[in-house]
């Protein structure tokens, strides 16, 4: 079973942020929160990953709580381009042999 | 550049055949794997290879055979395909850093195949 839980889908207005919550409530102290998206059909393609500190790069912002639990996926500027499925998983920092689920995770509609 | 790329895109073929799906990666990735994803969107995996050694291997039929002949190619050799083996299959690589650390996965553009 995924170890993230995740509404299962979300719209959000063009131009506007849309904000994408993520619940890891059984996260250890050595895995990373990943983020990923599939547009359509697809391979997912990475977004963003972070371990306790807020993380940000060209494509979004990454706001993890105090106590890891959960985290908050931010798009800042939603574009039709963005209306995709994002996965949040979460992932061992030291190793290639997680057994990681990706899924079901939500799906975002950005609407004109 | 095609980073990790999959063949074919699209298979349809009847129950009982034998097929197989190619992959490479251009990365320079030590690890490769095959996901399967499923109509509900769960994307699980089915295998993994470390520098052409099978690390991970999941509880799939053994119908299901890869096979790394370079660490930059992995190939999935399906047996006596069944209507309940079609699904969309993701070939995907990673990293780890020069401590460790994992930058996660590149994955293909996956192969859609169909059983009849």
């Known amino acids: 079973d995924a170890k993230t839980t995740q509404p299962t889908s979300m719209d959000c207005a063009e131009g506007r942020a849309a904000n994408l919550p993520c619940n890891h409530s059984?996260?250890?102290?050595?895995?990373?929160v990943y983020w990923y998206r599939q547009i359509h059909s697809q391979g997912p393609q990475y977004i963003i990953h972070g371990l306790k500190n807020n993380e940000t790069n060209e494509m979004a912002s990454l706001i993890i709580t105090e106590d890891r639990k959960s985290s908050t996926l931010i798009l800042p500027h939603a574009t039709l381009r963005d209306t995709a499925v994002y996965y949040c998983?979460?992932?061992?920092?030291?190793?290639?042999?997680?057994?990681?689920?990706f899924g079901p995770g939500t799906s975002l509609s950005v609407i004109p | 550049d095609t980073a990790v790329s999959q063949t074919p895109k699209y298979l349809v073929t009847q129950m009982g055949n034998d097929k197989s799906i190619k992959c490479e990666q251009n990365l320079g990735h030590d690890t490769m794997y095959w996901y399967k994803q499923d109509s509900k969107k769960f994307l699980k995996i089915m295998f993994s290879y470390n520098n052409k050694e099978l690390i991970i291997n999941e509880t799939v039929p053994n119908r299901f055979s890869p096979k790394s002949p370079d660490k930059a190619h992995l190939n999935l050799h399906i047996n006596s395909l069944e209507l309940g083996d079609s699904a969309v299959y993701f070939c995907?690589?990673?990293?780890?850093?020069?401590?460790?650390?994992?930058?996660?996965?590149?994955f293909g553009s996956g192969t859609r195949l169909t059983v009849v």
């Open positions: 059984t996260i250890s102290g050595n895995e990373y």
């Open positions: 995907a690589s990673s990293q780890e850093g020069p401590t460790g650390q994992n930058y996660g996965y590149t």
């Open positions: 998983i979460v992932r061992k920092w030291k190793t290639s042999y997680d057994k990681v689920i």
